[in-house]
């Protein structure tokens, strides 16, 4: 029973059935609004500290103590921008596609366990939720990338179909493998069966599942929907002001969206030693995200047809021999012994992985025209 | 059903990221595919080669700068030896060496910014641009050092150069030298051998041979497609002729043989820089010249190999203070002619990575 649940309980014994129905589920709106617009504008902060120790230089560190109000500073700056709408734009979806990619981010937090019974919705079939809700900003982008009436921003539109559908595969697949060893898909059964972390259960999985969610956050170096060396800034480029903050919230949003999706399914999200689950939690999170960070820093763009290829074929295929040999594991092997599975798929990841480095080359070469 | 698709035009530039100034190209694509480019110049336009005509050979070295001005020292070179080849003027020793060393420290400058930016076209966010700009700005601490300016130095004269160097540039230049080698083989290591910079440049935008020599391509961008022509080596200027270095050549002449190109004519640089900073002499750093050079009647082209190619200054003198004709050949202007026969049937990424890896500066194009 979640501490909602509990809540509402409590408040149905002194307060009439309606309002103990409501008022939880404004309290719960309430916390996790606040805990992830705060923790997104911290991430603001960290990414660009930590992307200027990358880059050798400093970072924002005049505002507030290591500057850490930079980031609210430049929410101001966003804010007081003369807000653009292009002349020959379509002028309602330009205004409605920064809230379609922004709310189901937002949704996404519904069912992520902070903690044992913290969560604020425990659906039964929370990963499916998920996966279904996250590629809703697609069609957010897409919207706005058609909108603009801006000839960047149609590449950039095409590009995020092409991506998002070819990554969602192997991103399914990689769940199915999770789902398949902790026989539910509700996202806090998934956290307490974890305890051996599936990252080690599962090598392969984790790395298609966490290659597959970078590009579907658009972070290099799958970041081809705001290519901004070769298509400017993609689908935003015709967008300013708030609709543009909008954009920038929704993508360090997914950013920490997908980094508590990871470590709830392949870190053993609130569960750890000594600490309190939160802390845990949090510390995960960050070092998912420092992990993208230093992809984002370090790593050169694909080209689109070499991005189609990736997916098509060396992700898909893995994550689909990564499954059958979950499911021969979870049909033969006996639970007391996990270890001989991390061995053998172990072996089994490195194996795939050399033998398609090899074997595949990307993407394809000049086309006559 | 089919569903009927027409290529569309693109205007990328003169404001975009990765044209490198205000370079304009009116791109046809077909979806993603490039199908036509035209390239527009001319946004950067100031009339140097007229301006010029109304000015002292002296007054003309600052306009050099202002051409490619990621190697304005390479510029005041190729113009100071035109002029003195056209008056027959002497350099003194210890000059033509200073020379040597500013040109060579130019070119690693220069090409520590084309490797930057080319893994900025990549994708690869800023990350190894500051890491060429470390080293960078480690060269223009020196240049400043010698001239008191860090982009248009405006160094050179007719007949040496504007004055020698402070005590300190020496130390300072050696302790360079014996540190870079260590620094390029790290960007070689970081970048060579990652994967996506590998699938992302080989075999892309190629430049056959005969492409490149009837395009008269030059400079790293000729050398990368298996022509071994170095100016330094075939028509030797200055004391080129005492130094020992070996000129890189590229075999397929795609964007990764550009960009492997640059990061060999680093290392040769380096070499360079070693034996000029050995064999230094004492002595006058400028000739005896007059300051309103009047030289005799005649023409004149020099031409040397700066870093983003053949760099040439034909001019023309009536005998009086001012030229009478002041043209330059431009080595980007002249390189990227052959970037519509590189870029078709390669995707936009290709087109700015291509773009990229001529290195060109815009400076240099319009004049």
């Known amino acids: 029973m979640t501490l909602l649940e509990q809540f509402q309980l409590w408040l149905a014994t002194i307060w009439p059935e309606w309002a103990a129905y409501i008022t939880p589920a404004i309290v719960g709106i309430v916390v996790v609004l606040a805990f992830v617009l705060l923790t997104v504008i911290v991430f603001i902060w960290y990414e660009r500290r930590l992307l200027g120790r990358f880059q050798i230089r400093l970072g924002p560190n005049r505002l507030g103590p290591e500057g850490i109000f930079q980031p609210i500073a430049t929410a101001l700056k966003v804010l007081l921008k003369e807000d653009i709408v292009?002349?020959?734009?379509?002028?309602?979806?330009?205004?409605?596609?920064?809230?379609?990619?922004?709310?189901?981010?937002?949704?996404?937090f519904a069912v992520?366990?902070?903690?044992?019974?913290?969560?604020?919705?425990?659906?039964?079939?929370?990963?499916?939720?998920?996966?279904?809700?996250?590629?809703?900003?697609?069609?957010?982008?897409?919207?706005?990338?058609?909108?603009s009436n801006n000839k960047y921003a149609l590449i950039a539109a095409l590009r995020t179909i092409a991506q998002m559908v070819s990554y969602e595969l192997p991103v399914v697949l990689s769940i199915i493998g999770v789902v398949l060893m902790v026989g539910s898909l509700s996202m806090s059964q998934i956290v307490e069966s974890q305890n051996i972390p599936f990252i080690i259960l599962q090598p392969l999985g984790f790395v298609i599942f966490f290659l597959g969610t970078v590009a579907e956050m658009n972070r290099c170096?799958?970041?081809?929907?705001?290519?901004?060396?070769?298509?400017?800034?993609?689908?935003?480029?015709?967008?300013?002001?708030?609709?543009?903050?909008?954009?920038?919230?929704?993508?360090?949003?997914?950013?920490?969206?997908?980094?508590?999706?990871?470590?709830?399914?392949f870190l053993g999200g609130w569960q750890g030693p000594l600490l309190p689950p939160i802390i845990w939690f949090l510390i995960k999170i960050v070092a998912v995200f420092s992990v993208i960070v230093w992809m984002r820093s370090t790593l050169p763009r694909l080209r689109v047809d070499q991005l189609m290829a990736f997916a098509w074929k060396c992700l898909l295929p893995m994550a689909v021999i990564n499954l059958f040999i979950v499911a021969a594991e979870a049909l033969w092997l006996p639970e007391a012994l996990p270890w001989i599975m991390v061995v053998v798929n172990f072996a089994f990841a490195s194996i795939l992985t050399l033998l398609w480095s090899r074997l595949f080359a990307l993407g394809g070469g000049r086309v006559e025209v | 059903m089919s569903i009927k698709t027409e290529p569309f035009i693109l205007n990328m530039g003169p404001q975009h990221p990765s044209t490198h100034g205000v370079f304009r190209m009116r791109v046809t694509l077909d979806g993603e595919v490039v199908v036509d480019v035209e390239p527009v110049i001319g946004y950067?336009?100031?009339?140097?080669?007229?301006?010029?005509?109304?000015?002292?050979?002296?007054?003309?070295?600052?306009?050099?700068?202002?051409?490619?001005?990621?190697?304005?020292?390479?510029?005041?070179?190729?113009?100071?030896?035109?002029v003195e080849k056209l008056a027959g003027i002497g350099v003194p020793e210890r000059a033509e060496y200073l020379r040597i060393i500013m040109a060579e420290m130019m070119r690693i400058s220069s090409h520590l910014m084309a490797v930057g930016f080319f893994l900025n076209d990549l994708g690869a966010m800023m990350t190894p641009v500051l890491y060429m700009w470390r080293e960078r700005e480690k060269l223009l601490d020196l240049f400043e050092m010698v001239c008191g300016q860090r982009l248009t130095y405006n160094y050179m004269r007719i007949g040496g150069v504007s004055h020698d160097i402070p005590e300190e540039f020496l130390?300072?230049?050696?302790?360079?030298?014996?540190?870079?080698?260590?620094?390029?083989?790290?960007?070689?290591?970081?970048?060579?051998?990652?994967?996506?910079?590998?699938?992302?440049?080989?075999?892309?935008?190629?430049?056959?041979?005969?492409?490149?020599?009837?395009?008269?391509?030059?400079?790293?961008?000729?050398?990368?497609?298996?022509?071994?022509?170095?100016?330094?080596?075939?028509?030797?200027?200055?004391?080129?002729?005492?130094?020992?270095?070996?000129?890189?050549?590229?075999?397929?002449?795609?964007?990764?043989?550009?960009?492997?190109?640059?990061?060999?004519?680093?290392?040769?640089?380096?070499?360079?820089?070693?034996?000029?900073?050995a064999q230094l002499p004492e002595g006058e750093v400028c000739a005896k010249v007059f300051q309103l050079l009047r030289p005799p009647v005649g023409e004149v082209y020099g031409h040397i190999e700066a870093p983003k190619g053949e760099l040439g200054f034909y001019l023309v003198s009536d005998n009086?203070?001012?030229?009478?004709?002041?043209?330059?050949?431009?080595?980007?202007?002249?390189?990227?002619?052959?970037?519509?026969?590189?870029?078709?049937?390669?995707?936009?990424?290709?087109?700015?990575?291509?773009?990229?890896?001529?290195?060109?500066?815009?400076?240099?194009?319009?004049?």
């Open chain 1, 86 to 108: 292009p002349a020959k734009g379509d002028k309602l979806v330009h205004w409605l596609a920064p809230v379609v990619v922004f709310v189901p981010i937002l949704l996404i």
């Open chain 1, 112 to 147: 992520v366990p902070f903690d044992k019974g913290a969560i604020f919705s425990d659906l039964n079939v929370g990963i499916v939720y998920v996966v279904a809700i996250s590629s809703v900003s697609a069609v957010g982008i897409y919207m706005a990338g058609w909108a």
């Open chain 1, 221 to 265: 170096p799958f970041d081809l929907l705001e290519a901004d060396s070769e298509i400017v800034a993609g689908y935003h480029i015709e967008y300013s002001g708030m609709k543009f903050a909008m954009f920038y919230l929704g993508e360090y949003g997914h950013a920490l969206a997908y980094s508590c999706i990871i470590a709830t399914l």
């Open chain 2, 44 to 82: 950067l336009h100031r009339g140097i080669e007229k301006l010029a005509e109304g000015r002292t050979y002296t007054q003309n070295i600052p306009f050099t700068d202002r051409l490619d001005y990621l190697a304005s020292m390479t510029n005041n070179f190729a113009y100071v030896l035109a």
């Open chain 2, 171 to 277: 130390p300072a230049l050696k302790r360079f030298v014996a540190e870079m080698p260590k620094f390029i083989d790290e960007y070689d290591q970081l970048l060579a051998e990652n994967e996506i910079v590998l699938t992302r440049t080989k075999g892309v935008g190629v430049l056959p041979e005969d492409l490149a020599i009837n395009t008269a391509a030059s400079g790293p961008v000729l050398r990368a497609s298996g022509v071994k022509w170095d100016i330094r080596r075939a028509d030797p200027y200055s004391i080129y002729d005492r130094f020992d270095f070996d000129i890189p050549v590229g075999s397929v002449g795609d964007c990764y043989d550009r960009y492997w190109v640059r990061i060999q004519e680093m290392r040769q640089s380096v070499r360079i820089l070693e034996q000029a900073v």
């Open chain 2, 320 to 367: 009086s203070i001012a030229p009478y004709r002041f043209h330059i050949r431009p080595p980007t202007l002249i390189n990227l002619t052959a970037l519509k026969e590189m870029v078709i049937g390669w995707k936009v990424a290709d087109l700015v990575i291509t773009f990229g890896s001529i290195d060109v500066c815009l400076g240099e194009i319009d004049r």
